[in-house]
């Protein structure tokens, strides 16, 4: 049924709903000529660490739990008996969950129809197939306000008052090939999305380490908050000016260029190459908040940034076979595993699968790392209170793994890491100093590699 393990027998199909062409991965693209990057001396692993390429698969909206709950030996439902049960308006426990049923996004699909349950978490593949998407619109605690009153100062009993039952709701991700993968090579467990709220501003903080500012934003789209910090009305920006909530595509041009440093300057500032990939670049069919480095000025529309380092999917996996790969490579792929948005959770991993095991078929493979993980949890309860680090963050804990024939293997690893880690790791690979203070004190990933091996 699934095509797990196809692209190291040499053929890869890339021709899905979305996709452009056929893509064959086999002896031409193994032995494609692959330019060397430098390795510079750093501490900790003798002369170099043995990394020259850097991929990271930025997939969407699911909470640790909500995937991988289930995996043995993490911090995950078997754990989370203690949590504290959710709580209605009044902060009063439930008696049962409510009971949901919609209404359908799509009306000519089957609808989310899920009864009275316990109050705890629930499987949710028998009222929403792993094989297509969320029919019902769940999507509020991805909000920059509501996701933090959902976590509640860490009680986390605040979810299902904000979105209903379906964030309760958990798969056996036993049945995903990116779990094969996790139980393969290395799950950080406790990786947090950088920033409370959605997709946007996560996008920005694995670009920069910063939330967008808009000082001067039309009033309609300020939130308005009490002086006791209650949200009076929510908006997309907050009243001192930072873009929290996610553009549309009816402001996506309003938003003044941002000209704070990102990690691409850093990079360009060392010599390193780098691109951030998304699918629908070229056609312009792309959601406006996935290409984060758009909307700053020296990555703007038309700017020379914009031309040598925005691209489509389908122009990374003719780097992996043309040996043009940069060295670091920012992957938005058409298909994230958005829960209401994609084509379903498994379809989905599975397309994220075929694209890990293209870098594994290339020549980039023996000295690259590869890091799969999530912008944020949409609306989907974790158990885990995140860390308190700043007004930004971090939000909940979200699916990280890390592949590499560096990583450790079949590793669960418990180190505290947030978006910013990323960052991190690539500033240490580089020796590039950091954007702001979170990266700058965010956990390098290092604990996930063996360089002995």
């Not at 390429?53 to 699911?62: A, G, K, P």
């Not at 997309?236 to 996610?246: A, E, I, M, Q, R």
């Not at 951030?276 to 290409?291: A, D, K, Q, V």
């Not at 990374?316 to 298909?335: C, M």
Request: net charge negative.
């Amino acid at each position: 049924m699934h095509r797990f393990g196809q692209a190291r027998h040499g053929i890869l199909s890339l021709a899905r709903a979305g996709a452009s062409s056929v893509v064959l991965l086999g002896a031409a693209l193994v032995t494609a000529s692959v330019p060397g990057t430098p390795n510079v001396a750093l501490a900790g692993v003798g002369a170099a660490p043995p990394i020259d390429h850097i991929v990271v698969i930025f997939l969407e909206n699911r909470s640790f739990d909500s995937l991988y709950g289930l995996f043995p030996g993490a911090d995950g439902l078997a754990q989370a008996g203690a949590a504290p049960p959710q709580v209605d308006e009044a902060g009063e426990p439930y008696a049962k969950l409510p009971p949901f049923n919609g209404p359908p996004i799509n009306p000519a699909a089957p609808p989310v129809e899920i009864p009275a349950l316990p109050n705890a978490p629930f499987d949710l593949a028998p009222y929403a197939p792993v094989d297509r998407p969320i029919n019902a619109s769940i999507e509020m605690v991805n909000n920059f306000y509501q996701e933090q009153m959902a976590i509640d100062g860490g009680k986390m009993d605040r979810f299902v008052v904000q979105s209903g039952s379906p964030t309760m709701g958990y798969y056996d991700g036993s049945q995903l090939p990116m779990w094969q993968f996790a139980q393969q090579y290395t799950l950080a467990d406790h990786f947090f999305h950088a920033a409370f709220g959605g997709t946007g501003i996560n996008h920005f903080w694995l670009a920069c380490a910063c939330t967008a500012v808009w000082p001067d934003a039309p009033a309609d789209l300020v939130a308005q908050i009490a002086p006791d910090g209650t949200l009076i009305k929510d908006g997309l920006v907050s009243p001192d000016g930072y873009l929290v909530n996610n553009l549309g595509p009816a402001h996506a041009s309003e938003l003044p260029l941002q000209t704070m440093p990102h990690i691409g300057d850093r990079l360009d500032g060392a010599g390193v190459s780098w691109a951030w990939y998304t699918r629908g670049w070229n056609s312009g069919n792309h959601t406006p908040n996935y290409p984060p480095f758009t909307y700053f000025a020296d990555m703007a529309p038309g700017t020379p940034g914009e031309s040598l380092h925005l691209k489509d999917e389908i122009d990374f996996v003719d780097a992996l076979q043309s040996g043009t790969l940069p060295s670091v490579a920012f992957l938005k792929p058409g298909s994230t595993a958005h829960p209401v948005n994609g084509g379903g959770l498994l379809p989905d991993d599975q397309w994220v699968a075929d694209l890990v095991q293209a870098i594994q078929a290339s020549p980039y493979w023996s000295r690259s790392a590869i890091i799969v993980t999530y912008d944020e949890g949409h609306s989907f309860w974790d158990h885990v209170a995140p860390p308190v680090v700043d007004r930004w963050g971090p939000g909940r804990r979200v699916p990280a793994i890390i592949i590499s024939p560096y990583a450790k293997r079949g590793f669960v690893d418990d180190t505290e890491y947030d978006t910013t880690s990323i960052l991190r790791f690539i500033e240490w690979r580089w020796n590039l100093p950091p954007l702001t203070s979170r990266d700058a004190n965010a956990n390098n990933l290092l604990n996930a590699f063996d360089f002995t091996q």
